[in-house]
């Protein structure tokens, strides 16, 4: 009897497919965090501070997108950091307060970025160098060249350019509708485009997809390179928040986006997971670092806190699986 | 059949083992001798490794006795079998690369000094001395990846020894040794011998057989046929009994098809592996290629399918020579090659029976870079159930799925891509019987359908019952071509084991 499902949007079945349990644990999470939070503090349940949530996620938002695109293929991307530290430093390093830059500059940036992460995803796949490995040489590549740039922060960008990180349309912050319209435009090609069915492919088993005749060298290296375009979209949205470029504050993003990969049940093997999961793990270590914030926490505590979380969640997933 | 019971060292009595599915072995009798070469011989699948494993306490039978030295033994785990003397030299070995051959060697038993440090003079003094017993010249520092697989089975045979080994099981220790390393080989089995030690010797090469052996037992569908002393069998008996079983209605009959021109492959070499290979694939046409593992077959069917690269030679589709540099290539001129290991070369097991089914077709189906949903779903419900694949879903993850529909799954790749020539590498691997019955329908229908078919396989009655016409290949070259009705399971053997004087 080969009796096939029907019901194609029936929750039963989201639940039950894999990956829908994960998803369902790690929402869980989220909202407990947020009931808890909710009750201990009477600042974390303002409005106010939702929005301030949501806005503070968006950095970390838009590099977990690349993070989780290259995650899924199976490797990893540490050269994410420095990408964005390069990022808003040229962004306000040549933009300099002139309105006539911004798009120009933008663009620039968005190329800069894309150019790394395309030579992450050619040693890779030319070189045949692990993505650990090649993509660290490239974070201090990337750190290093910065900092012969500029050891400090440097420029200033013109008042427009702050509405990429301060903007409101009505009452929604621009980024967090930003965010939300990217996020959604990569689900779309993570779930929807043939691309995106070969990337769960070719991180579930390289090999076998590559006898199914996937280009996977290919896959691969657009992975990467759409990794180092998203990195330098979240440089210049770092740079209109800073309103400044700081060589040093991408740092600790590339840490924190395969932490929040892996907390919302991506594997790091590869193959399993997507950005529903994703966008979970940001909130809930944008979420813990607000309410420890908050309490008056200091910040180790955070540390230790998202420590304990990463270690958590993924042995919850070991366990559902 | 003089059997003098003073001299027995190992005796296994009525030993029964079955697998989800498989009777591996039914009752069998098996005993040695002090002293003696055993060699134990059979078909693929005839169950000679389970019964090998079983001795090394890998397997527990479900019934049966093991008597060592007149005493009743019980393994629980290989290392109780190695506590008594029986040590195992697998096909894969067991050491490990980064150390060296002393290191290897005493792995674990390291001789030491006080305060625990490894007593460095010690180790390579015992190595030397085990090495110099077997008369090997290797030197003790050498890390092991830098050997041949010749030198790593020697250090496995002295490492056998340092266990104090009265028995060592060799399997299939010939598979990938060149004529002087055999020899070697021999001489330090005849050196064992001498030392008294027994040794069970497993392999395809009849030739080494008669060499070596003292004694030979046949075993075959798990039942042992014969244990004789090697004087009194011959090649022709042996291979007889190894392969000689009925074979009606194991198989459906064919249909009447038109012989045009499919794939043609001419003059295919490939460093080492591939010598010269011409073939001739018509459409609407089964051909069995048969061979020894390791001759060659399946690097010739992934370098039709665009896997490894050729040096040299060409192949043509109807008649039009075509390039093939990668899957893609073959992919899109209408190849298919349905691997022979599903788990790590046929499905990926995480993704959904959907997904697998479709993976090769996507690109041809795709529109403006969007998966058809609707029609995606539509064509796998089809396939699925024309190849009653059981399923609850076409979302279900194949890993879920029992051996026989995940491979009907990986046929279902090929059949929904429209493959034009398909390749299939051991198609039955591990399924059950009726499944096979079902492949096997499967194949002759899509041969009555016009398409043009190579099947590798090492069963036999499967090449003989299905083909159209039969190669055999050895050490990477085609050495013959036989039609069915001519065909008998012992001249394939012959010519593929490279004894085909008599034919």
Redesign the interface.
């Known amino acids: 009897m080969a009796e096939i499902g029907e019901k194609r949007f029936s929750l039963k079945k989201i639940i039950r497919a894999r990956g829908g349990k994960e998803t369902m644990a790690i929402y869980s999470l989220l909202i407990t965090l947020i009931i808890i939070s909710s009750l201990i503090s009477s600042d974390f349940r303002t409005s106010r501070n939702a929005i301030n949530i949501l806005r503070q996620a968006v950095l970390l938002g838009i590099v977990s997108i690349g993070q989780t695109l290259v995650i899924l293929t199976g490797g990893l991307d540490l050269s994410v950091g420095s990408t964005i530290s390069l990022g808003a430093c040229l962004t306000s390093g040549i933009m300099l307060g002139r309105d006539g830059l911004i798009l120009p500059v933008s663009l620039l940036v968005l190329l800069v970025g894309t150019a790394i992460g395309m030579g992450n995803g050619l040693v890779i796949t030319k070189l045949k160098v692990p993505p650990f490995i090649a993509t660290l040489g490239m974070m201090s590549i990337v750190q290093g060249s910065l900092l012969l740039y500029t050891k400090r922060a440097i420029g200033w960008v013109p008042t427009a350019f702050l509405f990429f990180a301060d903007g409101q349309i009505g009452f929604v912050p621009f980024p967090v509708l930003f965010y939300a319209l990217l996020l959604l435009a990569f689900s779309i090609f993570l779930k929807k485009t043939t691309f995106g069915r070969y990337i769960y492919a070719t991180g579930g088993n390289e090999e076998i997809s590559r006898l199914s005749g996937i280009r996977t060298r290919s896959v691969i290296l657009i992975t990467y390179t759409l990794s180092g375009f998203l990195a330098a979209l979240a440089g210049l949205f770092l740079a209109s928040r800073l309103a400044m470029g700081d060589p040093r504050g991408g740092e600790g993003y590339e840490l924190n986006s395969i932490a929040a990969v892996l907390v919302g049940g991506t594997s790091l093997a590869g193959g399993r997971g997507g950005l529903a999961g994703t966008l979970a793990g940001v909130l809930i270590m944008t979420v813990v670092g607000n309410i420890l914030n908050l309490m008056d926490v200091p910040g180790f505590w955070q540390w230790i806190v998202k420590g304990l979380i990463i270690i958590g969640a993924v042995s919850v997933y070991r366990k559902i699986d | 059949m003089g059997r003098e019971t003073d001299d027995i060292i190992l005796e296994m009595k009525h030993i029964s083992k079955s697998f989800p599915g498989v009777q591996a072995l039914e009752k069998v009798a098996f005993y040695c001798k002090k002293g003696e070469v055993k060699a134990l011989v059979g078909e693929n699948g005839a169950g000679k490794s389970t019964l090998m494993k079983i001795l090394a306490g890998v397997y527990q039978p479900d019934e049966g006795e093991i008597f060592l030295k007149r005493e009743k033994v019980q393994f629980n785990n290989p290392h109780d079998a190695q506590k008594v003397g029986i040590s195992i030299i697998y096909q894969e070995g067991s050491l490990l690369p980064y150390l060296n051959v002393a290191e290897n060697i005493f792995l674990g038993r390291e001789p030491r000094k006080r305060l625990g440090f490894i007593d460095s003079s010690t180790l390579y003094r015992k190595t030397q001395e085990l090495l110099d017993e077997l008369s090997v010249e290797i030197d003790l520092t050498a890390p092991v990846y830098d050997l041949s697989l010749a030198q790593r089975q020697m250090i496995e045979i002295a490492k056998a020894l340092s266990l104090n080994a009265e028995l060592i099981i060799m399997d299939e220790p010939s598979a990938a040794l060149t004529t002087q390393e055999l020899d070697r080989l021999f001489q330090i089995i005849h050196s064992l011998k001498d030392h008294g030690v027994t040794v069970i010797y497993i392999s395809h090469r009849i030739e080494e057989i008669f060499h070596i052996a003292d004694r030979v037992t046949v075993l075959k569908d798990g039942k042992v046929v014969s244990t004789t002393s090697i004087e009194e069998m011959n090649e022709e008996i042996l291979i007889r009994q190894m392969v000689g079983r009925d074979m009606d209605g194991r198989f459906p009959s064919k249909g009447e098809f038109e012989k045009k021109k499919g794939l043609s492959v001419v003059g295919l070499s490939c460093q080492g592996v591939l010598h010269d290979i011409n073939l001739e694939l018509r459409k609407g046409e089964i051909v069995g290629l048969a061979g020894l593992v390791g001759s060659g077959r399946t690097e010739l069917a992934k370098a039709i ?1 665009g ?1 490894i690269r050729p040096d040299k030679g060409a192949i043509y589709l109807n008649g039009r020579k075509i390039k093939i540099k ?3 290539d ?3 001129n209408g190849i298919g ?1 349905v ?1 022979e290991d599903r788990k ?8 959904s029976v959907k ?1 697998n089914t479709t ?2 077709s ?2 041809r189906l ?1 529109r403006m ?3 058809p ?1 609707k029609r995606e779903r539509e064509m796998v ?1 089809k396939i ?2 024309e190849l ?8 279900r ?1 194949v890993e879920y799925l029992s051996g026989g529909n995940q491979q009907k799954v990986s046929l279902a ?1 090929w059949l929904i891509t429209e493959s034009d020539v398909i390749i299939f590498d051991e198609p039955t691997r591990g399924i059950d019987v009726g499944a096979k019955f079902e492949i096997y329908n499967l194949v002759l229908n899509l041969a009555g359908r016009g398409k043009a078919i190579l099947m590798i396989s090492s069963e036999l009655p499967e090449i003989l019952g299905l083909s159209d016409r039969i190669l055999v290949m050895r050490e990477g070259k085609m050495v013959g071509e036989l039609l069915p009705q001519d065909a008998t399971e012992e001249k394939i053997i012959s010519l593929a084991t490279g004894l085909d004087k008599g034919s």
Request: glycine content about 8%; cysteine-free; charged content about 30%.
């Open positions: 399918f896997v990668s899957p893609r073959a992919i899109d090659l691997t790590r070369e046929g499905l990926i097991l995480g993704l997904k993976l090769p996507l690109d795709t870079g969007l998966v949903e419900k699925v159930q009653d694949i059981r399923t609850p879903s076409i979302d993850q790749k």
